[in-house]
RNA sequence: CGGAGAGUAACUCAGUCUGGUAGAGUGCCUGCUUUGGGAGCAGGACGUCGCAGGUUCGAAUCCUGUCUCUCCGACCA
């Protein structure tokens, strides 16, 4: 392919409105184009590169067993009140009514879709397990798209359905989705780490996320220092292992005057104490009954944990906490409290712990969890902090930012019960299938290549995933000469398959190269007349500095060995 | 939805406070010169100043409304 004959609208300056690298790269190397927020226009190179992300993940979804089908972007309804997330996916889903006012909605996802085919379709135990994926554009109406193809409003997704006659044979078909999903990232020249992550709204027993870990990420993963654990900060357990003794462990419970600072940081400041020897007492009301939920000062509630405990807890009015406690807001304490109480299980054995008094202006010194209070229900319900022990005991927490760009499920037969998606056994029994969802966000995989590889002047594509393996510099297009080797160097190497693109525009050397840098093809073979009067053809490597001259005889047959040897890395 | 900011040439932005003929750099077109890391000179094209009202002799500029975009937050498979 000639240069001159594709849209490939470099640009020199920053676009203003992109924040992170990847996303002003893509802009600047004429990858994409915005059409509107969180909407934008794939140009022939970033097209190009797409697909060859999708044709990696499409190779190692077939070789999982997987079959490639396609389901409507645009849903009826009804199919979404069947499983009850018309209402809980309400402010996700783009909604239209067709011209007899019948409602539609736009596909954020197929669970429900891929489930009413194979309620249809799949009636014997003989026919599982299978799975079925496609690569389609998903749509979602996200609150804020932010950072290019990272968050979007449509964007492209693999999206895969795996249905199992038990739960056992079901964990099979996870984990070969899980393997495939190690050996798709890795091809694409990513480091990838899976971390425990929470279902969410999708429901299902458990999950793992794929994350890139980057600065731009916009998941917080605690690791722990050992590699041994890693889970998504909404998921995360930790153990704190610091001591619940304090100063004045001993003596008896005191009244201190706290007046106008009901906020930690103010109460320890005052006190000239850290805020973890505060205790953090939150009222929540969950059926209509308030809930004292008790925590370090220094920690913060994680409402998914708090939710399983207590579904629907939603923080207490002003109101109800003075109801409840007697005080204004910021002076509630265990102490006296006659509701339910919950603790964060890194309270267990606090003494001199300093709470509220539960009368505005007073907090409670030498407080002794087991002397002075009734709380004995312990759980787990708090983020933990980086220094934590990790759940397993090894190694401590620490914390680094990603982006998901894969999320593998285990279902259950939340929606095949829904929709029932029922098989008879050998025995003529009717059972819901086990399922399981696995997604790739191929769109937000590209541009977190290009995140995780460039430098200042541009991206380094790795081979696989390059819009072309081969960038041909020719610094004289006018030069017949120039030009015949170059056109014999493309044609052999796309003999061998490869995408070979020739810079063959009117421009000062100088200028092809930044843009070539730019643009970030892996080899670039460099072709000026000042070369050929030598013998020599340079090629020279995206990732590394120097080039090497070579002779033209041998220079096509040199670029395609450094070809095959990178793609012998990935 | 709350808070903050921005909409002027294809891009990056000045001009707005203090109303008076629409600006710069980059890019684009033509010509000459140049030719190994975003060249130089000369000439040229490109604008309903986001949109709609209002005030005024006169509005990019002041007022009102509205739309869009960006950032922070809330929200989110």
Known sequence: MRWSNLLIPTLKETPQDAEIISHQLMLRAGLIRRLGSGLYTYLPLGYKALRKVEAIVREEMNRAGAQEILMPAMHPREIWDRSGRYESLKNVMFRVKDRQDREMVLGPTHEEIVTDLVSREITSYKQLPCNFYQIQTKFRDEIRPRFGLMRCKEFIMKDAYSFDVSSEAADESYKKMYDAYVRIFKRCGLHAMAVEADTGDMGGSSSHEFMIPCDAGEDAILEADDGSYAANLERAEGICDLSNEFPGADAALKKVATPNVGKIEDVAKLLKIEPRQL????????????VAVLLPGDRDVNEIKLHKLLPGAELADPEVIRQVTGADVGFAGPVGLTIP??????????RGGVVGGNETGVHLLNFDLERDSELRNFEDIAFPKVGDLAPNGKGRLTEKRGVEVGHVFKLGTKYTEALGANFLDEHGK????????????????????????????GIIWPVSVAPFEVLITVLSPKDEACMRHAEEIREFLEEKGLDVLVDDREERPGFKFKDADL???????TIGERGLAKG????????????EAVSVEEAAEKAYERILKMRELL
């Open 341 to 350: 109480m919950i603790a964060d299980r890194s309270l267990k054995g606090l």
């Open 279 to 290: 205790v953090k007492t939150l009222i929540y009301v969950a059926d209509e009954k308030p």
């Open 430 to 457: 009717s059972h819901p299938a086990v399922m399981g969802c696995y997604g790739i966000g191929v769109s937000r995989t590209l541009q977190a290549v290009i995140e995780q590889s460039n430098d200042k002047f």
């Open 536 to 547: 020599e053809i340079e090629i020279k490597e995206r990732s590394e500095k120097d080039f």
């Open 519 to 525: 643009l970030g093809l892996p080899l670039r073979v």
